[in-house]
């Protein structure tokens, strides 16, 4: 839909289908977030050994973090790209690589002679703190440096949320 708007000149609408989706995709996330808390009783249900049900349920719930950062980014990605910029997605998402193996480095095994690590959760936390890294980096790409923001919201934030919520 942000496409169909943006190549209809009509960024207002842009604005609203990007808000109407990052809203849609956070509701849409609950499920997901609620299964993935109670991972480890539900693999426990169906049979799995209690001390793999034990590690999954908890890489879950730390994994929880990441979840709406991440569909949030998506959504943003996908603004975008409707807008005719796809470039800065891949650049963010290109540059985060390196980010995300530090991160996971230092979060699983720590610094050396400083701090042990958190072991097997340092995994999703790191790339969860990587996820909240690339939805603000998406974020402030079009509000700082793209400017096609100023398109889209010109006629003032509060303006269109009204609009969008009514959809």
């Not at 997901?32 to 908890?58: R, Y």
């Not at 730390?62 to 950062?69: A, H, Q, R």
């Amino acid at each position: 839909m942000c496409a169909q708007a943006a190549g209809a000149n009509n960024y207002r609408l842009v604005a609203v289908w990007t808000t109407i989706g990052m809203w849609s995709i956070a509701i849409a996330s609950i499920p997901v977030l609620i299964s993935w808390g109670f991972a480890e009783p539900i693999l426990l249900a169906v049979g799995f050994p209690p001390d793999e049900s034990q590690l999954a349920g908890s890489f879950t719930k730390t994994y929880c973090l990441s979840l709406i950062p991440f569909v949030w980014y998506t959504v943003l990605q996908n603004a975008l790209q409707a807008l005719g910029n796809a470039y800065p997605a891949l650049w963010i998402n290109l540059s985060l690589v390196p980010v995300n193996v530090a991160l996971n480095q230092v979060f699983i095994f720590g610094v050396p002679g400083h701090w042990d690590g958190l072991g097997f959760v340092g995994s999703p936390l790191a790339t969860s703190v990587t996820r909240w890294l690339s939805l603000g980096l998406v974020a402030a790409y079009m509000v700082i440096w793209d400017g096609k923001h100023k398109k889209c919201f010109e006629a003032g934030l509060m303006s269109w949320l009204p609009e969008a919520f009514s959809s």
